[in-house]
Every structure is written in structure tokens, then in C-alpha cells.
């Protein structure tokens, strides 16, 4: 006797070929290599966000803004004239306190994410490590070059109206909001280079601080005849007399003039960065 077939359901779906369980996922969705505009498009949102950044870049607006027109109100309640004194160079205390925000800046942007472990996060998503400084570098340099820049401009432009000085030129005027912007810019990327090297906030911040201000401080306290050669260098290649001499205040009749002190902060800042890039390329996170 046999047994009659039983009917297909009519409901029962068809089966599915299986898959290789070994075959490579390819997603349907359009798949793009990150490059260095996606970095800096993520570095911008990470500066951005942070409560540091605001802190930081307003605390300088403050000192450049209020320093400077104080310096200004000052000056002009004394009867001194200021037939021969460039009224710009005025600005110069206001800039010399407010690149201390911009060195702590700098040493944030990159220190904070080994502080936090955050540097884990972005090595995974970008496993490049140049790229990442590359992108820090750039969205730092161009955000405190910016801000400088256009609030030496502003203040320089309250100065002159509050004072009656010398007319500054326009060469003066360049140098004395772009070179200016451009020095603390770099002086802020050589903190970041720092940061990247020492790996610790409090540290790098410290070392920065030690090279703007020690040199001065050293060289005010030399009394002795022997040691005059390095206490004239040490007061001529100061950051502050360096600063002082782009707003042609320096203290000492010798040593960077014009546009000299930005080359001279250019080169150690490419050197740091060099070392930089050696220290994120052979040490691990």
C-alpha cells in the first residue's frame, strides 16, 4: 500500500539559497576614502564644542580689548606728548598677556584626548597619524590667527581715535594686526607641537610658559660683567621683545626687527612640528 504525496502549501514561501558565511560584506551603500578635508571638517567640530575653546579665545579677546584701551585711557590722561610715539604699539601689552590663552589653547587641542583617552577614538577613525596633526594644526593655526588678527585690528583702530600720535603706516598697520596674528598663531602652534611631544596638559602648558617668560626673567637677574653676552641675547630673542619689536617697542636697540621675529618663530615651530610627527609615528597611544 502505498502512500499518496502530500500537496505543496500554497502559502509556504519558496527557500532562500544560503549565503557563504565566509564571503566579504559589500555594502550597498556608496563607500568613500576619508581624506584630509574630512579631518579638519572633524578636528573644526571637536575645537568647536569644547568648553576649553571658548574659555580660552574669550579670555584673550578680553585681555586684548581691555588691556589695550586701558593702556590707551591711560596714556591719554597724562599730558606727555605723543607727537613721535607710534600709538599702535600700545597694543602690545594687551597681546603679550592674551598669547597665554593661545598657548594653553594650543596645548589643549591635542593633550586633552591622551588626558582623556579620547586619542583612542580618533586614531580608529583616522588611522593616520600626520593627518590628524596635520588637521589639528591647520584648524588651530587659521581659528587663533583669525581671532588675533582681527581684534589687534580692532583695538589698533580704538587706540588711533582715542589718541593723537603718530600716523602709523601702512606697513606699520600690517604688521601690527596680520604679523602680530601671524606670530601668536605660530607661537600657539608651537604649543600643540609641544603638547604632541609631552603627552600632558599641565606639563606642556608649564614648558610653554618657561620658554615666553624664563629668558626675560633670566636676563633681568644678570648682573654679573661676564655674563653682559648672554644677557643681551637672552633680552633680544624673547618672545616678549620679540613681540615688542613687531609693534617696534622692543626693549633692546639691537637684535629682530620688521618681519624678522615671524621668521625666527617659524623655524623653531617647524622644527618642534618635525619632532611632532617622529613622536606620534614610533610611540604608541
Known sequence: MTTPATPPQADQAPQQPQQDPHALYTSPIPVRTPGLGDAIA??????RSVRSTMWTLGVMIVLLLGVGLLTAFVVSLSEAPLDDTPVLSLGFFGVLLGSICVITLGVLTIAAEYSTGMIRTTLTACPSRSRILIAKAVVFFLLAFTITTVTTGVVGVLQTAMLDGATPGTGFWVRSTVGVGLYVATLGLLSLAVGAIVRHSAGAITIMIAVVLLPLVLAIFMFSPTLAGVQQALLEY????????????????SGPTG???LWIIVGVTAVAMA?????LDRRDV
Not at 42 to 47: A, G, L, M
Not at 238 to 253: D, F, K, M, R
Not at 275 to 279: H, I, R, V
Open 238 to 253: 624673547s618672545i616678549p621683545n620679540q613681540i615688542g619689536s613687531l609693534y617696534e617697542a622692543s626693549v633692546t636697540t
Open 275 to 279: 619632532g611632532a610627527f617622529a613622536s
Open 42 to 47: 572633524s578636528e573644526w567640530t571637536k575645537i
Open 259 to 261: 618681519w624678522e621675529p
